[in-house]
């Protein structure tokens, strides 16, 4: 099976300009979670989509949005970039079965440099 | 507040020794601990699962152990190889099939192995 993808890989944006990423997940897997990863906070979840219903919302600013598509492939949007969103962004699937369940498969995500 | 400690937050070791990687965590209740090897510029990859019965996991030269009553768990590596360089990230789930709001990441730690 194919794991997951994300595009594009890297991306130089603006301060005050919006960016869109693309995740999809290993196929049948439905659900799919993004996380943004930076040097100092380790990983911090954003949401999470199952059957193109947000399930989870983290902590972060509204200018942080999702969604996802019938085929299960995901965009998350960040509105009027700030430098302090420069970070790797992390897309992971899951499908979960059993005890082990929740296991995610992490895509190799979406660098951003805000300038 | 759920809480997942590493350390050290890096490690410099030689090629062919062993080392022995720490996290301790406060998450309640407690399902399942994950360990991660994230390499640089990708996506984590999962290593090992242990849920609250089991107290050890190898996978190749990865060992992890979990003390569920003192919240403790080690990643002890054997044999290090220069692949071995990455992140080492534990990752701690409250309960069975829950989302990924649940998780408690770990900040990680960096590895480094010197020829």
């Known amino acids: 099976k194919a794991g997951v993808t994300q595009t594009p890989r890297y991306l130089i944006k603006t301060r005050g300009q919006q960016v869109t990423l693309s995740c999809s997940p290993i196929?049948?897997?439905?659900?799919v979670s993004w996380y943004q990863q930076t040097p100092g906070q380790g990983l911090q979840f954003l949401f999470e989509y199952f059957s193109e219903t947000q399930r989870n919302k983290g902590n972060f600013p509204g200018r942080f949005s999702g969604r996802q598509f019938s085929n299960s492939r995901s965009e998350m949007n960040v509105s009027t970039l700030e430098l302090g969103d420069s970070a790797l962004y992390l897309c992971?699937?899951?499908?979960?079965?059993?005890?082990?369940?929740?296991?995610?498969?992490f895509g190799p995500g979406t660098r951003l440099t805000v300038t | 507040k759920n809480q997942v400690e590493q350390s050290p937050q890096s490690l410099i070791i030689l090629e062919g020794k062993n080392c022995t990687l720490q996290?301790?965590?406060?998450?309640?209740?407690?399902?399942?601990l994950r360990w991660y090897k994230q390499d640089t510029g990708r996506g984590p990859v999962s290593l090992t699962i242990m849920t609250f019965s089991e107290n050890t996991k190898s996978n190749g030269r990865y060992t992890a152990t979990l003390d569920a009553d003192t919240k403790q768990s080690s990643l002890h590596i054997t044999a290090s190889q220069l692949s071995d360089s990455a992140s080492y990230i534990c990752?701690?789930?409250?309960?069975?099939?829950?989302?990924?709001?649940?998780?408690?990441f770990g900040k990680g730690t960096h590895l480094i192995i010197q020829p």
């Open positions: 996290c301790n965590y406060t998450v309640s209740p407690f399902s399942n």
């Open positions: 990752v701690v789930s409250p309960y069975s099939g829950g989302g990924a709001d649940g998780l408690t």
């Open positions: 992971a699937s899951s499908f979960p079965t059993g005890q082990e369940s929740y296991e995610q498969y």
């Open positions: 196929s049948g897997h439905r659900s």
